[in-house]
């Protein structure tokens, strides 16, 4: 009897794993932006570690088409950053007040307050298929 009930939960879980599937996401990154250094794609995957620590990161030349593709992405709640990174130093540049000096956008064309950054829960969008979504940069200063 408890071989049958271990059977048959290892039967279930493997059940439940196997329709956990991956996807792919096509970030476009289109505005005005420089065709200097990189953009850069963060991926984040939740609200604590959005804009501190992304999920997964891909950079490509500011001169190219502006397309990035992740692949193997779980379902669920995620969101984008993309900076114009000119000058290749992996981070937003900042001038003295905490603005951002090199163009940047969110998913969701999420944008901070007066005060502050973007939040998840604005730029946050749900993958649970192949999806494409538009990123768009601009220079705030």
């Not at 071989?3 to 991956?22: D, G, H, N, Y």
């Not at 891909?58 to 593709?69: T, Y």
Request: glycine residues 8%; contains cysteine.
């Amino acid at each position: 009897m408890k071989k049958s009930i271990l059977l048959l939960a290892l039967l279930i879980s493997s059940l439940v794993f196997s329709q956990q599937k991956e996807h792919q996401l096509v970030v476009k990154v289109t505005g005005k932006f420089s065709s200097e250094g990189y953009l850069r794609v963060n991926l984040y995957n939740s609200a604590k570690d959005f804009l501190k620590k992304p999920y997964k990161i891909l950079k490509i030349p500011a001169n190219s088409d502006g397309k990035v593709i992740f692949h193997k992405i779980p379902s669920g709640k995620y969101a984008i950053l993309a900076v114009n990174d000119e000058n290749k130093n992996d981070k937003l540049d900042k001038n003295w007040i905490g603005m951002p000096k090199e163009a940047m956008g969110c998913s969701n064309g999420a944008k901070g307050g007066m005060f502050g950054p973007p939040k998840f829960k604005d730029a946050q969008f749900d993958i649970q298929k192949d999806t494409t979504i538009v990123v768009k940069i601009k220079k705030i200063f």
